[in-house]
């Protein structure tokens, strides 16, 4: 929109973006009165993220921009629209539901992945990829907010189970390769900390995550 002003912070050349960063720059551009801030990084911490999405918290509108190494390439690099190396990734969509309760009573759980948006700078439109054409997909059951454990990982849009299948020759079920293409877990118990994170690896190799808690 005309007469809007936009802040723009770069994060570190070699490291991830941290939440003080968030913070300290939204704050600054806050009280400086700009409508919104954009924040340019090889990558983000996990708890970054979350306070980029917390909109209240933060008093005005923040977007994480991903930037890949490309960029150090300097003239290297092609010059084609279809060579852009930023994109404004969402967070990965994901839904949690209860799954019954194992024999000792603890309830189970279990996250399906719905999708990813991704904004393409080239044509200014938003795409939105659905869960089977993402390449990897991961979570933790006991996420701690410092380490990520991959406890389950999928590979949805891969053609390499067909192959693999074809050169076992039956040797497992069929339903094993759809469940390793799945885009749906394994019943899970929560563990100490109660909190799920699910990671997902796009196209362009951005690692993103989301973050669910399972207190309630």
């Not at 936009?6 to 960063?21: C, K, L, N, R, T």
């Amino acid at each position: 929109m005309a007469g809007r002003r936009i802040a723009v912070v770069f994060g570190p050349e070699d490291g991830a973006i941290d939440s003080q960063q968030v913070y300290d720059a939204a704050r600054e551009a806050y009280f400086l009165k700009f409508d919104a801030l954009y924040l340019f990084g090889f990558a983000i911490q996990a708890k970054a993220r979350e306070l980029v999405a917390d909109r209240k918290k933060l008093r005005l509108p923040c977007v994480y921009v991903a930037v890949t190494p490309d960029v150090v390439m300097s003239d290297l690099l092609k010059t084609s629209k279809s060579s852009e190396v930023f994109s404004v990734t969402g967070l990965p969509d994901v839904r949690v539901s209860p799954a019954g309760s194992a024999p000792t009573g603890a309830h189970l759980y279990r996250v399906t992945l719905l999708g990813l948006d991704i904004f393409r700078p080239h044509d200014m439109e938003t795409e939105s990829i659905t869960a089977d054409n993402l390449p990897c997909w991961m979570w933790d059951t006991d996420y701690n907010g410092m380490v990520f454990m991959a406890r389950q990982v999928f590979f949805p849009k891969t053609s390499a189970w067909d192959n693999l299948e074809k050169s076992l020759r039956g040797r497992f079920a069929e339903g094993v390769w759809a469940h390793l293409a799945g885009t749906e877990s394994e019943p899970f118990a929560p563990g100490i900390h109660r909190q799920l994170a699910v990671k997902v690896i796009d196209e362009q190799g951005n690692e993103l995550m989301v973050v669910k808690s399972l207190r309630d």
